[in-house]
């Protein structure tokens, strides 16, 4: 494989924040980024192991049945890959296992949870151990969130990070865990990279509309034991020029790039730097 970054945006059967998720890719400087329908995957004309780095978009997987992702997590845990001998899921795992990026967004996050890929404790990627149901609101929640980094989270995506500010827009983005030695044992590794907090970027907080969704500890994104793989509820794709701030045309010291962008800045000098070395 050449010496360039290739990322990958899996599209269809809902999602609808592919192209930005792709452009937020290239503006970080990924050499290559092509969005992929689902169904070229499983047509065996595109291969996850041609990429470095694979995104999840947001959308409304196949409708949300059962449950936001549900149906999606179905899919691709028993999908075949076609004139072949495996599973689409085998790809995934591969894909892990050789240490690439896997970053997941609304959708995409509720997708990783249901799939076991995210916190995936103990290094088990298949094991489900928590899930994001309706908002405590009862309703969707279109509104823009403070969140705070734990700069002690392995976090690929987060590195010299203190906090960040990003929309959300979702009706099931609360996060509870199997059980509370589930929540204890992410709270000891570092897992939950991501959490709610007010203006100042200092304590999470369970109080609305700071916490738009009453997750669980203010979780708001989760990364696995390794840093590699990454999910928020939070939209980073939908931050990465300054015009994009709901702020931006009033007198505010807002940067050229967006705080959603150093996501995915981080994550392609991680693979450029480290992966590609």
């Known amino acids: 494989m050449a010496k360039e970054v290739r990322a990958i945006v899996i599209a269809g059967n809902g999602t609808n924040c592919e192209r930005e998720v792709a452009h937020a890719c290239r503006l970080a400087g990924a050499d290559v980024c092509d969005i992929v329908h689902i169904a070229e995957l499983l047509a065996g004309r595109a291969s996850l192991d041609d990429y470095h780095f694979l995104n999840l978009a947001g959308g409304f997987l196949d409708g949300d049945d059962l ?43 509720q997708l990783m949870v249901k799939m076991g890929l995210l916190p995936a404790l103990g290094g088990d990627y298949q094991k489900q151990s928590v899930t994001l149901t309706f908002n405590d609101g009862g309703r969707f929640e ?71 969704n009453g997750s669980s500890q203010a979780i708001a994104g989760l990364c696995d034991q390794s840093g590699r ?42 693979i450029r730097e480290e992966l590609l070395a």
């Not at 072949?84 to 996050?109: P, S, W, Y």
């Not at 010299?160 to 609360?174: A, F, N």
């Not at 992410?186 to 907090?197: I, N, P, S, T």
């Open 142 to 212: 279109d509104r823009w969130t403070y969140l705070k980094v734990d700069e002690a989270s392995p976090c690929i995506f987060t590195r010299g990070l203190q906090g960040i500010y990003l929309p959300v827009r979702h009706g099931e983005g609360k996060l509870v865990a199997a059980s509370q030695t589930v929540l204890d044992a992410m709270e000891d590794q570092h897992l939950a990279v991501l959490k709610y907090c007010k203006e100042d970027y200092r304590d999470p907080t369970m109080e609305y509309p700071w916490n738009p």
């Open 67 to 109: 449950g936001s992702a549900k149906a999606g997590a179905n899919r691709l845990l028993q999908a075949a890959v076609r004139g072949t001998e495996e599973h689409l899921v085998d790809q995934i795992q591969r894909f892990v296992k050789a240490g690439k990026l896997v970053m997941g967004v609304c959708n995409g996050f």
């Open 229 to 270: 793989l990454f999910g928020l509820m939070p939209h980073p794709e939908a931050y990465v020029h300054r015009t994009h701030h709901p702020r931006w045309t009033r007198e505010e010291d807002l940067p050229e790039e967006g705080m959603g962008l150093w996501l995915y800045q981080n994550a392609i000098r991680f």
